[in-house]
């Protein structure tokens, strides 16, 4: 008798057990970065979501809304990236570093960009300041790229080799600042300027040009998924490798040359107009996208000038048109890490993507302590890390925890869904369907703390998130 009571009490626990299991609220995992640097992309205690609702400020989630695909998250592999990356760091060291930019272990970076031919950050195999293309002389007329190499490449392809190993998902795209010098009118120059013109061969030599830079990269199994004509064309400088590129030429260019060129080699690398700042880019890039709309993937924007919401125009006008996010440099002008972090967050990583990115690309992959090697461009800016050229030593810096955010949560074929702001609280939201997963990020850029809950359905979360700092949620759709 005592032994079937015994039972029927276990029996009776272990209902009531597993009905508070089945009753427990579902809950989300979250990595908090603090403005004061002392929390770096951590993570945080499971927080719970109930199924009250607090009287506190709100952000809700919509799945049912959603917006672009995204491609990735990444930097450039600049030459002087590449060289501080093979020749600063032990093989050891290197592929730990790649561990921790490439791989899930790590913040996953899923996009890297790269200089077709010299930029203001290309060096020799000495760390020298070196400015070529990849046919700085001129063949004979029955081949005018007879000289055509990507040799100067070299050390910028072995690093994008390594990082593919570490990623082979990895997107790659490819910008040049200048074309061959001998293309350009009047002074023969890697150093501003412009196509010339006057010669009605420049435009299908210059299509050519592309062509075999992307077969040439493919031979090297490096795939160029994006491919903008010129970077910066609103801008040349006597300082470095640079060229300017108005709106009218670029369409004339792709729509008659490089579109038809890369078609008939049966090349399938988008190709992205513009390639400056979201300042003045409207009338640029609408002339591009109607004067070459067959092909062309979309618009490429840099941070340099203007703010995020210049892309909304241009995704009204042409939805099925990309919208993607290519360049932004921190430096030596922002010491404060709150500060940066906040910046970075409410106009870069979060404003870029809550008005259309589908990437987010930073520019200097790796400087060095200096802020070089460098090829006349800027003498203060700072690359995602930092690799001490005396010691080797690596440095992760800002921008490095503010792409992983969303690097390391957010994989490409992830789709961005609608979530509210609060007041200096900056919000951005994806479902990833692989995963059955939705990720929030959201960046603080007070100088207190906020209390807030997030609601999925009729769950709530409730969260105090610091001063200028930045926290990624995720946590498995309900499907409530």
Avoid at 105 to 114: K, N
Wanted: net charge negative.
């Amino acid at each position: 008798m005592h032994r079937i009571a015994a039972l029927l009490l276990i029996t009776l626990c272990t209902f009531l057990v597993l009905d508070r299991f089945e009753a427990a609220p579902f809950a989300a995992d979250s990595w908090l970065t603090t403005g004061d640097g002392q929390q770096l992309l951590d993570k945080q205690t499971s927080t719970p979501f109930y199924d009250q609702k607090q009287d506190i400020p709100t952000i809700y989630i919509d799945k049912q809304t959603a917006y672009q695909e995204m491609e990735g998250f990444g930097a450039a592999m600049t030459g002087s990236s590449a060289y501080l990356l093979q020749h600063e760091l032990t093989d050891q060291a290197r592929e730990a570093l790649f561990q921790d930019l490439f791989t899930k272990s790590g913040i996953h970076l899923s996009y890297l960009r790269h200089t077709i031919g010299a930029s203001d950050y290309s060096v020799d195999d000495f760390g020298n300041p070196r400015s070529y293309t990849y046919a700085d002389q001129e063949g004979p007329a029955e081949d005018p790229l007879q000289h055509f190499s990507t040799a100067p490449d070299q050390t910028v392809i072995n690093m994008l080799k390594q990082t593919k190993e570490n990623n082979p998902k990895l997107g790659l795209m490819g910008t040049p600042w200048t074309a061959p010098p001998w293309l350009k009118y009047g002074e023969h120059t890697w150093n501003g300027s412009y196509l010339d013109y006057t010669d009605e061969r420049t435009y299908k030599i210059y299509a050519d040009y592309f062509v075999r830079y992307l077969q040439a990269y493919q031979s090297e199994g490096l795939e160029i998924d994006l491919l903008s004509v010129q970077n910066e064309p609103l801008f040349a400088t006597a300082a470095y490798p640079s060229m300017t590129m108005s709106a009218q030429e670029q369409q004339y260019f792709i729509q008659n040359f490089l579109g038809p060129k890369m078609r008939e080699a049966g090349l399938q690398t988008s190709i992205l107009g513009y390639d400056h700042n979201w300042e003045n880019s409207s009338e640029y890039a609408e002339t591009v996208l109607e004067g070459a709309y067959d092909y062309t993937a979309g618009t490429a924007f840099h941070c340099y000038a203007g703010n995020p919401e210049a892309a909304d125009n241009l995704q009204l006008d042409h939805p099925e048109k990309g919208i993607y996010f290519t360049e932004c440099s921190g430096g030596a002008w922002g010491e404060d890490f709150g500060d940066n972090l906040s910046w970075l967050m409410d106009q870069v990583i979060i404003g870029a993507t809550k008005h259309y990115a589908k990437t987010v690309l930073l520019w200097n992959l790796a400087l060095d302590e200096s802020g070089g090697p460098t090829n006349g461009g800027c003498n203060n800016c700072r690359g995602v890390i930092t690799v001490d050229s005396q010691t080797g030593d690596v440095t992760k810096n800002v921008e490095y925890y503010a792409l992983g955010h969303l690097s390391k949560f957010v994989q490409p074929e992830a789709v961005r869904i609608a979530s509210t702001d609060l007041p200096q609280l900056s919000t951005v939201a994806f479902y990833d369907e692989e995963a059955e997963e939705i990720i929030l990020l959201a960046a603080n850029t007070r100088k207190s703390a906020q209390t807030f809950q997030l609601a999925d359905g009729n769950q709530y979360l409730q969260y105090t998130i610091p001063s200028q700092s930045a926290v990624t949620f995720t946590w498995k759709d309900t499907g409530k």
